[in-house]
């Protein structure tokens, strides 16, 4: 049973940075594809970034450039880097993922697997 679990939310200024985790099981990074996604009050899940099982790894255009995902295979461990976060990152954050070799940023929201979400609050 794939089980996926976030940690790493939180309070930061505008320009601030956060890590977020998420501790995965059940699933082999080999053959999954994972993902985080985002959605605030009132608007619809925002795909964000995705790793295939080969590391490639993608982004939404809003976050490229400022967030990195990566994964810590030994821990089956999925990240997501955030720096010069903006009061629009302001969301709740999930980690996803799903059994396919290839995915775009955008279809993380769509995975079969996700966690249950870890709050980020950009404000100064």
């Known amino acids: 049973q794939v089980q996926l679990m976030e940690s790493g939310g939180g309070s930061v200024q505008p320009g601030g940075s956060l890590t977020l985790s998420c501790a995965a099981s059940?699933?082999?990074?080999?053959?999954?594809?994972m993902g985080w996604f985002r959605q605030a009050p009132g608007e619809d899940p925002e795909g964000l970034a995705t790793?295939?099982?080969?590391?490639?790894?993608t982004y939404e255009d809003s976050v490229k450039g400022r967030f990195t995902i990566f994964i810590d295979d030994a821990k089956n461990t999925l990240f997501l880097q955030m720096n010069s976060l903006k009061f629009e990152d302001t969301a709740m954050y999930f980690c996803?993922?799903?059994?396919?070799?290839?995915?775009?940023?955008?279809?993380?929201?769509?995975?079969?697997?996700r966690g249950q979400g870890t709050e980020v609050t950009v404000s100064s």
């Open positions: 996803a993922a799903d059994h396919r070799v290839r995915a775009e940023a955008d279809q993380a929201a769509e995975f079969a697997y």
């Open positions: 790793i295939d099982p080969d590391g490639s790894a």
């Open positions: 059940g699933l082999s990074s080999s053959s999954y594809c």
